[in-house]
């Protein structure tokens, strides 16, 4: 069944919106670390509230990490990493170009990076979706109307 309601450019939004949240140079470097870890803890079946009782964290504060909002140090990461049966060796995998870190959802990255915005930055993001979904949706529409 083909996507429908803009579900074939999600993807390609999330990475756009992540390309484009660069408001200076002088910001600091998002981190997708939660997003990472996020997509990890799904991957063992794990709940947030089972994570939460292994690493004696409250769940609160598990999704605090997951979402960007706290940052995880490097030692709660590697305890994290461990309870979802990965070495602290394999997070860098996860984080670079290699072929995990393009299984972590885009969707997860972009939980995070709506998280740092305020509204007005939220608004264009808004603005900025609805104008690329239409456009590839009108393009489409022209396309079958010359086919025919």
Do not use: C
């Not at 660069?22 to 803890?41: F, H, I």
């Not at 996860?94 to 393009?102: I, L, M, P, Q, V």
């Not at 979706?129 to 009108?138: L, M, N, R």
């Amino acid at each position: 069944m083909p996507p429908t309601g803009g579900e074939a450019y999600r993807k390609q939004f999330g990475i756009w919106v992540a390309k484009q949240h660069r408001p200076d140079k002088s910001q600091a470097e998002v981190s997708y670390s939660g997003a990472v870890l996020k997509y990890l803890r799904k991957k063992a079946k794990l709940t947030v509230v089972e994570v939460a009782n292994r690493a004696a964290l409250s769940k609160s504060y598990i999704s605090y990490l997951e979402t960007g909002v706290k940052p995880v140090s490097i030692e709660l990461r590697n305890r994290l990493l461990a309870i979802y049966g990965y070495s602290p060796s394999s997070f860098k995998n996860f984080t670079t170009e290699d072929k995990r870190a393009k299984n972590i959802p885009v969707r997860y990255k972009l939980e995070i990076l709506l998280g740092q915005l305020d509204e007005s930055g939220i608004d264009r993001i808004y603005a900025a979706a609805v104008e690329f979904i239409k456009k590839p949706s009108q393009q489409n529409q022209s396309a079958q109307g010359e086919l025919k």
